[in-house]
Antibody, heavy 110, light 108 residues
């Protein structure tokens, strides 16, 4: 199973960060897809997860700004984080059952 | 949410030595759903241990996990040069998952 994150590397403050995770080489339909981020030089932060059914769980600290969705026909998962600030600058990963994408750096700057 | 506290923050050891890393949870981890990851600079984390003590596919047997409830340990029996990295624990037993702050294992 391979996971690949994609999306803009630069987002302006107050705008919405949008990322896609594409799953290939197998199915994770029985499991959840997790979003995790890592600010430069810092530790890992769990953002939330989503199942193929569309059921989601979110970190309380980000809950009000996070939207996750799934397109089962394309094996694609999406993350949207609204009202971003510089504190949202991080490498964003998608992961499931021990498989991780390589991560994508998103910088919030004007 | 469950807070995971890892200790020590940094472990300075020599190749061949034994490393013992601790992960303490603020409340019991359901079904011992506790994982350990290794992360090297510029790379995604690599799963080492899941279910507190089960090695992931392809992980050498010098890595072992133990513990239950609120106290968990990752042991590296004899450090190899490639083992110097940052290690994170993660609990996935509750609907809100959390990571520990990490332990850096550095060369003494």
């Amino acid at each position: 199973v391979q996971l690949q994150e994609s999306g803009p590397g630069l987002v302006k403050p107050s705008e919405t960060l949008s990322l896609t995770c594409t799953v290939s080489g197998g199915s994770i339909s029985s499991y959840s897809l997790n979003w995790i981020r890592q600010p430069p030089g810092k530790g890992l932060e769990w953002i939330g997860n989503i199942y193929y059914s569309g059921r989601t769980n979110n970190s309380p600290s980000l809950k009000s700004r996070v939207t996750m969705s799934v397109d089962t026909s394309k094996n694609q998962f999406s993350l949207r984080l609204s009202s971003v600030t510089a504190a949202d600058t991080a490498v964003y990963y998608c992961a499931s059952q021990g498989y991780w994408g390589q991560g994508t750096l998103v910088t919030v700057s004007s | 949410e469950i807070v995971l506290t890892q200790s020590p923050g940094t472990l300075s050891l020599s190749p061949g030595e034994r490393a013992t890393l601790s992960c303490r949870a603020s409340q019991s981890v359901s079904s011992n759903y506790l994982a350990w990851y290794q992360q090297k600079a510029g790379q995604a984390p690599r799963l080492l241990i899941h279910g507190a003590s089960s090695r992931a596919t392809g992980i050498p047997d010098r890595f072992s996990g133990s513990g239950s409830g609120t106290d968990f340990t990752l042991t590296i029996s004899r450090l190899e040069p490639e083992d110097f990295a940052v290690y994170y624990c993660q609990q996935y037993g509750s609907s809100v998952q959390t990571f520990g702050g990490g332990t850096k294992v550095e060369i003494k």
